[in-house]
């Protein structure tokens, strides 16, 4: 029991991150799944085994850790791994769909990616995995975390404070995703470097940005111009990364979304990317699933 878990959701873990299906009889564990990932899984329910022998539960903590000495292990001997390195060590993060595996590698093999798709889908949870993994391994000097200040029904004029208090709100998303992979002081100290930016888009105009991982999230709410101004942006040694849900379009009635332009001019362009993720990528709470697909084409016709 201790090594299951409660309601086995030790087991429901190695499961998620491993994507091998674990099926628990009595005292026996049943795997199924691609022979390199029942390997994984298998060395990670030892490793939990053992260490079962000096303490007398598991925590979450120690799968987390388990999940991640197995993919360092696997690494060092030149095996591949689908997690993606990030600062937090108990930070275990992989793709879970096909989808999110090839915007992962789209992103690896592309200086400027766009990734599409609805809520729940990772885009930009995963961009911002694999701008810090970059960081990590010293590929680049940078994080640069733009997004358009839009109104999503509300007026950004009646919130109190400075602007900067005022954009807050506005980029609360990047910082949630960056929580997961960094302890906090060190956000505050890269972010005081410089080594990490958060802008609204408004604030890109007349730079330019080397050695730098650049992403634009929610892009459907920059209009024509502001992004072809962002990716212009693009220096030397440098990464973009382009997310947004093309449903969810904020800008004032009669303007075109940047994103849907840029995606149409650039698609077939060589050496850009283009992911679009959907219903079957999202990974957030399954209700989230539902809800996507219950306003499918009543969404279209709201006002």
């Given at each position: 029991?201790?090594?299951?878990?409660?309601?086995?959701?030790?087991?429901?873990?190695?499961?998620?991150?491993?994507?091998?299906?674990?099926?628990?009889?009595?005292?026996?564990?049943?795997?199924?799944?691609?022979?390199?990932?029942?390997?994984?899984?298998?060395?990670?329910?030892?490793?939990?085994?053992?260490?079962?022998?000096?303490?007398?539960?598991?925590?979450?903590?120690?799968?987390?850790?388990?999940?991640?000495?197995?993919?360092?292990?696997?690494?060092?001997?030149?095996?591949?791994?689908?997690?993606i390195p990030v600062f937090r060590?108990?930070?275990?993060?992989?793709?879970?769909?096909?989808?999110?595996?090839?915007?992962?590698?789209?992103?690896?093999?592309?200086?400027?990616?766009?990734?599409?798709?609805?809520?729940?889908?990772?885009?930009?949870?995963?961009?911002?995995?694999?701008?810090?993994?970059?960081?990590?391994?010293?590929?680049?000097?940078?994080?640069?975390?733009?997004?358009?200040?839009?109104?999503?029904?509300?007026?950004?004029?009646?919130?109190?404070?400075?602007?900067?208090?005022?954009?807050?709100?506005?980029?609360?998303?990047?910082?949630?995703?960056?929580?997961?992979?960094?302890?906090?002081?060190?956000?505050?100290?890269?972010?005081?470097?410089?080594?990490?930016?958060?802008?609204?888009?408004?604030?890109?105009?007349?730079?330019?940005?080397?050695?730098?991982?650049?992403?634009?999230?929610?892009?459907?709410?920059?209009?024509?111009?502001?992004?072809?101004?962002?990716?212009?942006?693009?220096?030397?040694?440098?990464?973009?990364?382009?997310?947004?849900?093309?449903?969810?379009?904020?800008?004032?009635?009669?303007?075109?979304?940047?994103?849907?332009?840029?995606?149409?001019?650039?698609?077939?362009?060589?050496?850009?990317?283009?992911?679009?993720?959907?219903?079957?990528?999202?990974?957030?709470?399954?209700?989230?699933?539902?809800?996507?697909?219950?306003?499918g084409e009543a969404g279209k016709?709201?006002?």
């Amino acid at each position: 029991m201790q090594l299951f878990g409660p309601a086995d959701a030790n087991l429901k873990r190695i499961r998620e991150t491993l994507g091998v299906k674990i099926y628990a009889r009595g005292t026996s564990l049943k795997l199924e799944g691609d022979p390199e990932a029942i390997g994984k899984a298998a060395n990670v329910i030892e490793h939990l085994r053992a260490k079962l022998t000096r303490v007398p539960l598991l925590k979450r903590d120690d799968v987390n850790d388990a999940l991640a000495e197995i993919a360092v292990k696997l690494a060092k001997d030149g095996m591949p791994t689908n997690v993606i390195p990030v600062f937090r060590k108990s930070a275990i993060i992989v793709p879970k769909t096909d989808g999110q595996k090839e915007y992962v590698e789209a992103i690896r093999d592309h200086d400027l990616c766009f990734c599409l798709g609805p809520a729940g889908t990772g885009k930009t949870y995963l961009a911002v995995a694999m701008a810090l993994s970059l960081l990590k391994a010293g590929r680049i000097k940078r994080l640069v975390l733009a997004r358009p200040a839009v109104e999503a029904g509300e007026k950004l004029g009646y919130l109190p404070g400075d602007l900067q208090a005022k954009v807050n709100p506005y980029l609360r998303p990047l910082f949630d995703a960056m929580h997961d992979m960094m302890e906090y002081e060190q956000i505050n100290r890269f972010m005081v470097n410089d080594v990490i930016e958060v802008v609204p888009l408004a604030f890109m105009r007349g730079r330019t940005l080397n050695n730098s991982v650049v992403i634009l999230d929610e892009a459907q709410n920059a209009t024509k111009q502001q992004m072809l101004m962002f990716l212009t942006r693009l220096g030397q040694r440098s990464k973009m990364v382009v997310t947004g849900d093309d449903s969810q379009v904020d800008l004032e009635s009669g303007r075109t979304s940047g994103l849907v332009d840029a995606v149409r001019r650039l698609e077939n362009v060589e050496g850009i990317a283009v992911c679009r993720l959907g219903k079957m990528d999202i990974v957030r709470h399954k209700l989230v699933t539902r809800i996507v697909h219950a306003y499918g084409e009543a969404g279209k016709n709201m006002g």
